[in-house]
């Protein structure tokens, strides 16, 4: 099946420091990523949608400055945070879209990433 | 504005009770709605969706255009059901997922 690998799965940093994030989609290529934000028992939230070779489009609020995606290949999308501050603490995860056979876009979810901000 | 309104942060049953995670949804357009589902310790995975109007593991949801509803239904709880479940809408701009709040159920012995 569709296999999504986001690394790392844990991070630590100190505030002021730039972490990246990648998400990988392992045997299917995937034009179109996303990536969510989960707080402690609370609900995805969308950041931004990645698509390969053009720019991300983000979610109202959320800034492209400070949440920077870059979607080089079919294969791989990055999330990096740019100097992070304690309130960036969360949980960070990646899903890719495929077809599948039916003609439906499925969603495939990584495993998430946890960035704690020091 | 697209909403998906989960409005039981937690659900508690026992064993071979029947189950029903309430689902709505707010959209101007034509819905496509799904349900996910996370195990403690995993990632988010596709449980089912509405095009398909399959049963997996047991649970079924039916999408109610009038009611603007699409609940999750188990006639027969198990253990192992016990997880966080997503609902989630896609809409028609790039194809995101607006999802729900989520639903914790507790499946007791």
């Known amino acids: 099946g569709a296999v999504v690998s986001q690394h790392p799965s844990r991070v630590i940093c100190k505030s002021g420091t730039s972490v990246k994030i990648e998400c990988r989609s392992l045997d299917f290529q995937a034009t179109t990523m996303f990536w969510y934000r989960q707080f402690p028992k609370k609900s995805l939230m969308l950041m931004a949608t990645?698509?390969?070779?053009?720019?991300?489009?983000?979610e109202q609020g959320v800034e492209k400055d400070k949440f920077l995606i870059n979607h080089a290949s079919l294969t791989l999308s990055t999330l990096t945070v740019t100097s992070a501050h304690p309130e960036d603490s969360s949980f960070y995860i990646c899903?890719?879209?495929?077809?599948?056979?039916?003609?439906?876009?499925?969603?495939?979810f990584g495993a998430g990433s946890r960035l704690t901000v020091l | 504005a697209q909403r998906v309104t989960q409005p039981e942060k937690l659900l508690s049953v026992f064993k071979g009770a029947p189950v029903e995670l309430k689902c709505n949804y707010s959209?101007?357009?034509?819905?496509?709605l799904f349900w996910y589902v996370q195990y403690s310790r995993q990632r988010l995975q596709l449980l089912l969706r509405?095009?398909s109007r399959e049963s997996i593991k047991g649970f079924t949801a039916d999408l109610n255009k009038g009611e603007t509803s699409f609940h999750l239904k188990k006639p027969f709880a198990q253990e192992e059901d016990s997880a966080m479940y997503y609902c989630a809408l896609r809409t028609n701009q790039g194809g995101k997922l607006i999802f729900g709040q989520g639903t914790e159920l507790s499946v007791k012995p």
């Open positions: 990645s698509n390969e070779g053009s720019k991300a489009t983000y």
């Open positions: 899903s890719a879209r495929r077809a599948v056979v039916s003609g439906a876009n499925v969603l495939t």
């Open positions: 959209y101007s357009g034509s819905p496509e």
């Open positions: 509405h095009i």
